[in-house]
């Protein structure tokens, strides 16, 4: 938000809370959502609505950001515990073994995500206008 956006401190706080209001209303409708369309396109339709969010976070107006950060909350509350429920159902693993490989996956994420986007921010601009 500071970076993009050129928000003040208090106007920054609104795409945090935002996205965590929007993060705990997913996490507590997500099941019944993955009951009725399946994992797999709870995670498809997740992915998307994530892809979707981080464009509108990236266009350099304040609203558009913080809906961005609430669509964004919205699209990866589902992502996570899909993915450890289907690890848990794993057949031929067994399920301690299946859910540390998920979680081994998420952190190297949390290593190279960051690198990525560097990467890609010093070869061009992540503003869209």
Known sequence: MFDIVHVSERQATYGFVIFSLT?????????SVSKRIGAIKSISYGCI????AYALILVSNLYISVLGFGVLGLGISVIIPELFRLAGRTKGMNTSV??????????????IG??????????????MS
Do not use: K, W, Y
Request: proline share 2%; net charge neutral.
């Open 23 to 31: 993060m705990t209303l997913g996490r507590f409708l997500g099941d």
């Open 114 to 127: 960051p690198v990525v986007l560097g990467f890609i921010s010093n070869m061009n601009s992540l503003i």
């Open 49 to 52: 609505v994530a892809i979707v």
């Open 98 to 111: 299946a859910i540390s490989v998920v979680s081994g996956i998420g952190f190297m994420g949390f290593l």
